[in-house]
């Protein structure tokens, strides 16, 4: 079973340029998550979808960032203008369930650096 | 809120010898708790988890925590180190299962030979 695909794996910017990260998470898997990992920090969680529906964005900064899940499927997370404090790591998830029992599912994650 | 503590960024052990990565939560309700690994350039993978009952729980590659509810810890053991435990350890909490995790800062672990 594939898992959860991400790009680009890396990405280097320059402040006030905007980036797009790209997520395919497990086939079937209705409940997707952006999460970002700040170096030397514990992953937060930015967004979660339900199939392609927002059910919590409360911490992501909506000023400069969005998200969407078109068709309920891959997913996009996108920054426009970045921000030095921006350099991060952006982990997708996603979880066959969407209720309070499905295991989350990682992928190897997006590196941005914002020079 | 839900919080985590991990005691120590780095820990650092001989292979062969005993692993114990300290974590402390906070919750106001019955915590869901999590252990989390990360190699390098990889995702988390789940370790193992405690919703209810045992307090004792077993994951992968043998490694094993304890929910202390008097002492609001969750610590991760493994009796034996192995070099390719080599790694970053998350801790993670919530009340409400799998939704919203809330990570620790993670504590990396160091295995000499």
């Known amino acids: 079973e594939a898992g959860v695909a991400q790009s680009p794996r890396y990405k280097i910017i320059e402040k006030r340029q905007s980036v797009a990260f790209w997520c395919n998470p497990i086939s079937g898997h209705a409940t997707l998550y952006w999460y970002q990992q700040i170096l030397g920090q514990g992953p937060k969680l930015l967004i979660q979808?339900?199939?392609?529906?927002?059910?919590?964005d409360s911490q992501l900064p909506k000023d400069r960032f969005s998200a969407e899940r078109l068709k309920g499927v891959d997913s996009t997370l996108k920054i426009q203008p970045a921000k030095l404090e921006d350099s991060a790591v952006y982990l997708c998830a996603s979880s066959l369930e969407g209720g309070n029992t499905g295991e989350l599912f990682f992928g190897e994650g997006s590196r941005l650096t914002v020079l | 809120a839900q919080s985590v503590t991990q005691l120590g960024s780095h820990v650092s052990v001989s292979e062969g010898a005993l692993v114990l990565l300290r974590c402390n939560y906070s919750?106001?309700?019955?915590?869901?708790l999590f252990w989390y690994v990360q190699y390098p350039n990889q995702g988390l993978q789940l370790l193992l988890k405690y919703t209810t009952g045992a307090t004792l729980v077993k994951g992968i590659n043998g490694f094993e925590a304890e929910f202390k509810k008097s002492e609001t810890s969750f610590h991760l053991t493994k009796p034996s180190a192995h070099m390719s435990d080599a790694a970053e350890y998350f801790c993670?909490?919530?009340?409400?299962?799998?939704?919203?995790?809330?990570f620790g800062t993670g504590t990396r672990l160091l295995v000499s030979p």
């Open positions: 919750s106001s309700v019955p915590p869901y």
């Open positions: 993670a909490v919530s009340n409400t299962g799998f939704q919203k995790l809330v």
């Open positions: 979808f339900q199939n392609n529906g927002v059910v919590d």
